[in-house]
């Protein structure tokens, strides 16, 4: 599974720490549904012994244990999509087209 806006993780999916670990990779913002039937948005940054760190959108950075968490949906757009090195190589290419 590759990780992308709207995409959504289930607990009791086969590929749920996996995927997890693409969220973590994740540029952009995402919802984490607890267990208790609470939700948290913000920015996942890291994953250390089965507890997800993440700066909510409201409040100080959290830490959550992975068994609190029942489902994950990619919220927010990727900040970085489309700026890998061959967008900015074919974008300054075009510019140097144009000038001509």
Known sequence: MNVKQGSVIEKNSD??????DEVVDYRGDV??????????????FDMVDDHIHI?????????IP????????????DTAEGKSWEAWVAKKKKEKEQEQ
């Open 55 to 63: 700066f909510p959108q409201k409040g100080d950075k959290q830490e």
């Open 31 to 44: 919802t984490l549904f607890l267990e208790d039937g609470t939700s948290l948005e913000g920015y996942v």
């Open 66 to 77: 992975l068994s609190q968490v029942a489902k994950v949906e990619v919220t927010g757009k």
């Open 15 to 20: 590929k749920f720490t996996t995927s997890i």
